[in-house]
């Protein structure tokens, strides 16, 4: 069983940045994709960003592109995301999950991943 878990979420102004992290437990996190997703009040969870396993290829959801950043460092079974320019619309629970299939694919579909993290909030004060 794969475990994962998130830290660095906290309380920020806007237009301020924080790095979320997340590491994951067990010897095979390098031969999957990673995805990062969010979870506002009231809403449901929405991508944010996907790694595939080697850095070659990320994918972004609109409202985050060019402010956020999503890396690995397979050595150390840890994603990143890095998060400028927060605004009071990037309030949420973040959440980091990992692929269901071993392949060199991202994905931003829930359904293509398998193992999530409890998550952590960021707050965003205007």
């Known amino acids: 069983q794969v475990q994962l878990a998130e830290s660095g979420g906290g309380l920020v102004q806007a237009g301020g940045s924080l790095r979320l992290s997340c590491r994951a437990s067990g010897p095979t996190f390098s031969w999957y994709t990673m995805g990062w997703f969010r979870q506002a009040p009231g809403k449901e969870r929405e991508f944010v960003a996907s790694?595939?396993?080697?850095?070659?290829?990320?994918i972004y959801a609109d409202p985050v592109k060019g402010r956020f950043s999503i890396s690995r460092v397979n050595a150390e079974n840890t994603v990143y995301l890095q998060m400028n320019s927060l605004q009071p619309e990037d309030t949420a629970v973040y959440y980091c999950?990992?692929?269901?299939?071993?392949?060199?694919?991202?994905?931003?579909?829930?359904?293509?991943?398998?193992?999530w993290g409890q998550g952590t909030q960021v707050t965003v004060s205007s």
């Open positions: 999950a990992r692929a269901y299939a071993v392949s060199s694919r991202v994905y931003h579909e829930h359904h293509e991943y398998h193992f």
């Open positions: 790694i595939n396993r080697n850095s070659s290829s990320a």
